[in-house]
Nanobody, 124 residues
């Protein structure tokens, strides 16, 4: 059974940092695209960042609102994906989810596997 488990969320002041983790079990995701999405109350789930492997080349993708502030990375040995979030803003407040699928997509409906989410709250 495939499981994705996010952790690392919490309450942080604007301008602060958090690092989210997504640990995968049940299969190896080293050749999969892993994506981070977020969902604020009343809004649709939106793409934040993604990481994929293609012929041993690591590709990373970011949405415009987080580009330059967030960094996605993975530790294949630990089957874990990270999202380092710096210079957090109030509008980054949301539940953050990690997802997995075979190839890159920024659309959440394309993802096959999901974690339960972790809350990130940025305060002023």
């Amino acid at each position: 059974q495939v499981q994705l488990v996010e952790s690392g969320g919490g309450l942080v002041q604007a301008g602060g940092s958090l690092r989210l983790s997504c640990a995968a079990s049940g299969r190896t995701f080293s050749s999969y695209t892993m994506g981070w999405f977020r969902q604020a109350p009343g809004k649709e789930r939106e793409f934040v960042a993604g990481i994929s492997f293609s012929w041993s080349v690591v590709n990373t993708y970011y949405s415009d609102p987080v580009k330059g502030r967030f960094t996605i990375s993975r530790d294949s040995a630990k089957n874990t994906v990270y999202l380092q979030m710096n210079s957090l803003k109030l509008e980054d407040t949301a539940v953050y989810y990690c997802g997995g699928r075979r190839s890159y997509s920024k659309f959440f409906r394309d993802y096959d596997y999901w974690g339960q989410g972790t809350q990130v709250t940025v305060s002023s």
